[in-house]
RNA sequence: GCCCGGGUGGUGGAACUGGUAGACACGCAGGACUUAAAAUCCUGUGAUCAUUGCGAUCGUGCGGGUUCGAUUCCCGCCCCGGGUACCA
């Protein structure tokens, strides 16, 4: 009998699941291991084989840990917050809870089907009240704190509020950078609204006027991380500014701690290099320019402060408030118009013409503090208002846009660094001596930024500052599915909803669109008020949930706590997290806020939410392809289809075969196919392939299920794994898969002997032979050390050698095979359960220990091996592979016989690597 | 433009710290078994030349360098993938 898959695999998800196999609870005489995946978002078109990469790599690891002794917590749950669920509600008017939950219970199934050792009974779903109570309970947190920048962590409102009252604000920074300074007196006496108004410039989750990204056609702000490109990252659609009463979170206030922090966790470096890019950390100073006959100054942001002598004028972004002020009658007209254009082109617009240049004069004059010479006050839409200070000295000689500029408006180019050719291009990098340049000259750039920092203090026009990129995080979404805020309005102003009536749950409402007056589609909901005030409308974006689902993991049905202070002392932090690079300045980067923002509060004791972080690759499409001769129904193979003229269509990828069409099926696939004729090539019909995107539309999704129907759940997993390094993207093709499949065979084999038509069982007990014991141990050595490296691919391959091996050696011994069942079974659960079983034990496999391996019998046995000479031709030497310390003396003394092997030449000099002797040098 | 990553047979990919390049698998070719097919097993498979046996030469994107020895390290160039985009 050959390996049956289906009834083994069904009885082991059974037994699994009747066992409670995959349920972990706190051992605190284990060492615990927390591996964790991102979780999916259910979506109505349920798994492709691309999505349980890297669920397949982490089960191995997770499994692989549980054998070494570790107290292993390995959860999964739902994203269950999105738009698709929305819009489909929107078209259907079906309840986005509906068609969450029928989504969840197909994938439910499907990753069952692959036999994944998830812990359910954590279950976490975002879109459950019991969890987003929890979601909203850390937003009123964030709500309820302020960034105190002296000790450097998010602090109680309440310390900043004793604050004011002792010492008013004089001596703290106002981090909205707005400079109303007032005493504690002045402070005592504010009304509680203008209190109330202040502090929401400190609190970190606040609602301020601001520009924000606004999507029309999906109705709703996005985030900066939700934009690429100027369009939204879901959908593509386009996206304006627009100003807006929006909640945001004051992340720029972690910007140091994020970006300092990625020292210490083992994330990739093209990771870790995009979130230092988003951040975005320049250092430089901060200078003021007088503006020439008014008491106006321009305050620029510079990094290059040793380039201010080269500073042979200044722009303004268009949006810039100074911009009005300091305007010259005559050119008042000109500047105005062009400021409106500016502000009318969208960021589309803006993006798509960089080259371009525009820009106008004020009629202005800054003055330079140093030389006090008067230079000309420009506006130009290549400065952007959202960062610095919105305007800059422009050095047209060492920054490539200010020389952009200054060729196109023909300003004067004064060269500061020696260095380049200025009359070719700007001369922009940070090396070279200063000319020039007053008290600079001679000095090198790095020391001239020093000694003009310093000027500049010292005269008090300015300061050394660090800017950053990074922007406040918009938290409101002008959508339905979506966790409610937990704010209510009274007089104007937000307050939050008593901890003890959480969660605000999501009202029911007749449309999930917005209303006519075009509020969000909450304003809907009758009577949706709290103590007989209003509600906040707007929800949380889809990034809040899974900003702190790993710690929901550790107790996920705490009905009391976001999760026990003994789960999270005991669980800690994310030992090894899987998932995609997409989510680089996006979910990595919250979650990263929010863990520092509970710890800084004594939540928990972390400052980084995963220690490792592994990127799976992308799995894309094989398309492939028919070519249908023009006007008939004749169907031309793919090597002759260049002798006629054909249009190519795609086809079910799912009836090709090695690339070879399964003419039957096709003929069946659709009805105007029925009677469609070939011309084929040795009696098959080739199909054209190309990589694509997985899509339906294209015709090349493979699901999983279709894979685990015809090869088994093992052999799909084994062969996920097997394609290519887990971080590698690569199109999926199942041509291989066969590979697998064999090798699983192979291996039930081993165990069973042919008896007539009948194979049965057969184990034998004899004591192995070394040779077998070679192989065995070659193997755990090399899987474990696979394992460890993240290389499942190489591991696989390692399995296929080693049932080879035993295959030649015939050997079906007790002893070699059941650790050999053991170092498989992170891999092919299924069959070594099965396995496991047949070997005599009546326990599961999880219940057993990862074998060590025993260096003794690696040892190589040859007595003749090459070795090169002058690292070129080689020649046989008599001598062991292997050799000790000692042996290496005596070998060097055996070197007579290596001079009479090389025709009496004697060795100058002999390297020996690993013990081995690999070239001698004559 | 800038910042990361990467270029190895017909294909996916191995080669861990510089030490026998091409493991393993697919595909292909030939053979065994079979009435036949499937399945299975065996042999070959980087290129060129020689195949009467041992073989010989070239070969990891291109050009150079370091080294007894380079897919691996260094310099210059070309190409591909990802990120980012006037960030002062």
Redesign the pocket.
Same mark, same amino acid.
């Given at each position: 009998m050959?390996y049956n898959f289906k009834t083994v695999e069904k009885k082991w998800q059974k037994f699994w699941k009747e066992n409670n196999s995959n349920h972990t609870v706190i051992d605190q005489s284990k060492p615990k291991f927390y591996v964790l995946d991102m979780f999916p978002y259910p979506s109505g078109a349920g798994l492709h084989v691309g999505h349980p990469l890297g669920y397949i790599a982490s089960d191995i690891y997770a499994r692989y840990k549980k054998l070494c002794g570790y107290n292993v917590l390995h959860p999964m749950g739902f994203d269950s917050f999105g738009l698709p669920a929305e819009q489909y509600a929107i078209q259907t008017g079906q309840h986005p809870a509906i068609t969450t939950e029928e989504n969840i219970k197909r994938y439910r199934e499907q990753l069952d089907n692959i036999g994944f050792s998830f812990d359910w009974d954590r279950e976490v779903r975002t879109s459950d009240p019991e969890y987003y109570k929890w979601t909203q309970w850390i937003f009123i947190r964030l709500f309820d704190s302020w960034y105190n920048r002296l000790t450097n962590k998010a602090e109680p409102i309440e310390t900043l509020i004793s604050h004011f009252r002792n010492h008013g604000n004089v001596d703290a920074d106002i981090p909205s950078g707005e400079a109303d300074y007032f005493s504690s007196e002045e402070w005592l006496d504010f009304s509680e609204k203008r209190q109330q108004e202040i502090l929401l410039k400190y609190r970190l989750a606040y609602i301020s006027e601001a520009t924000v990204n606004w999507c029309p056609i999906l109705g709703t702000v996005l985030a900066? $991380?939700e934009?690429?490109?100027g369009v939204s990252e879901r959908g593509g659609y386009p996206v304006e500014k627009k100003k807006m009463k929006q909640w945001s979170l004051r992340i720029s206030e972690y910007a140091q701690r994020l970006l300092d922090d990625l020292e210490g966790i083992d994330w990739?470096?093209?990771?870790k290099?995009?979130q230092?890019?988003?951040i975005?950390r320049?250092e430089?100073a901060e200078v003021n320019f007088k503006v020439h006959g008014t008491d106006f100054a321009i305050e620029?942001?510079?990094?290059?402060p040793d380039t201010i002598f080269g500073a042979t004028f200044m722009?303004l972004?268009p949006e810039h408030e100074l911009v009005e002020m300091i305007v010259t009658p005559e050119y008042r007209n000109e500047v105005m118009n062009y400021v409106f254009e500016a502000k009318n082109r969208s960021?589309r617009e803006?993006?798509a013409?960089?080259? %371009?240049?525009?820009g106008n004069f004020t009629g202005a004059y800054a003055i330079h503090p140093f030389t006090n010479e008067k230079i000309p006050v420009w506006i130009?839409?290549?400065?952007?208002?959202?960062?610095?200070?919105?305007?800059?000295?422009?050095?047209p000689a060492h920054?490539?846009?200010?020389y952009?500029f200054a060729r196109h408006f023909k300003i004067p180019i004064q060269e500061v660094v020696r260095g380049g050719n200025i009359d070719v291009e700007s001369y922009d990098a940070k090396d070279g001596k200063l000319i020039n340049s007053d008290f600079l000259n001679g000095l090198s750039v790095k020391d001239a930024i020093k000694k003009a920092i310093d000027a500049i203090e010292k005269k008090g026009i300015g300061k050394g500052k660090i800017?950053f990129?990074i922007r406040d995080a918009v938290f409101g979404r002008q959508r339905y599915w979506g966790e409610p805020i937990p704010v209510y309005y009274k007089d104007g102003l937000p307050f939050t909803v008593d901890e003890k009536d959480l969660p605000v749950v999501l009202p029911e409402v007749d449309k999930y669109l917005p209303t006519e007056d075009g509020e969000p589609p909450l304003a809907r909901a009758k009577d949706f008020s709290y103590k007989g005030f209003p509600l906040e409308t707007t929800t949380m974006p889809g990034w809040a949930g899974s900003s702190w689902y790993f710690l929901r993991y550790m107790d996920a049905k705490n009905q009391n706590q976001f999760a026990s202070s003994q789960a999270l002392d005991y669980w800690k932090d994310v030992d090894l997290y899987i998932g995609g690079?997409?989510h680089?300045?996006g979910h990595l980067l919250y979650v990263r806020f929010w863990t520092k923002f509970l710890k800084d509060l004594g939540f928990i004791h972390i400052d980084e939410p995963a220690k490792k972080l592994i990127n799976q690759g992308m799995i894309q499409g094989r398309s492939g392809f028919v070519f249908r001769k023009k006007d008939s129904n004749v169907f031309i193979s793919n090597g002759l289809k260049n002798n006629y003229e054909t249009t190519a269509i795609h086809v079910d990828i799912n009836i090709v075969e090695?690339d070879i069409l399964n003419i039957n099926a096709f003929k069946n696939w659709r009805e105007e196919y029925k009677n469609a004729e070939f011309v084929l090539e040795?009696g098959k019909y080739f199909c054209g392939t190309e990589v694509e995107k997985m899509s339906k539309s294209k015709w090349n999704v493979v699901s999983p299920d279709d894979m685990i129907d015809k090869y088994g759940a093992d052999c799909l997993r084994l062969y996920e794994m097997?394609?290519?390094?887990l971080?590698?993207?690569?199109?999926w093709?199942t041509?291989?898969?066969?590979?697998?499949?064999?090798?699983i065979?192979?291996l039930w %084999?081993l165990f069973h002997k042919q008896n007539g038509a009948e194979s049965v069982i057969s184990i034998s007990n004899e004591s192995p032979t070394k040779d077998e014991l070679k192989v065995l141990h070659k193997t755990i050595k090399?899987v474990k $050390?696979?394992i460890e %490296?993240f290389?499942f691919?190489?591991s696989?391959?390692?399995f296929?050698?080693c049932v080879?091996e035993l295959?030649?050696l015939k050997c079906n011994k007790h002893a070699i095979l059941e650790p050999l069942t053991i170092i498989l079974s992170p891999y092919a659960p299924h069959i070594a359960e099965e396995l496991w079983q047949m070997l005599g034990h009546a326990d599961s496999i999880t219940k057993a220990v990862f074998p060590e391996f025993n260096e003794e019998y690696l040892i190589e046995s040859a007595f003749t091996?090459?070795v090169?000479v002058?690292?070129?031709?080689?020649i046989n030497l008599p001598l062991p592979?292997s050799l000790s310390k000692e042996d290496i003396e005596t070998s060097l003394l055996k070197m007579d016989e290596v001079t009479k092997l090389l025709n009496g030449q004697s060795p100058k000099?002999i390297?020996v690597?690993?013990g081995?002797i690999?070239?001698?040098?004559i």
């Open positions: 050959e900066n $991380e934009v690429k490109d990739s470096d093209s990771l290099e995009q230092r890019n988003w975005g320049s430089g620029v942001f510079t990094t290059r722009t972004a960021e803006r993006m013409d960089v080259k %371009r240049i525009t130009g839409d290549y400065v952007l208002a959202g960062y610095g200070t919105g305007a800059v000295m422009s050095v920054d490539s846009r200010d952009a800017n990129r690079a997409e680089a300045t090695n040795d097997f394609l290519g390094p971080e590698l993207s690569k199109p093709n041509n291989g898969i066969t590979g697998t499949s064999n090798f065979r192979k %084999r090399k $050390e696979d %490296r290389s691919n190489t696989v391959s390692t296929m050698i080879n295959t030649d091996y090459p090169s002058n690292g070129r031709t080689k592979l000099k390297i690597v690993h081995r690999i070239n001698i040098v």
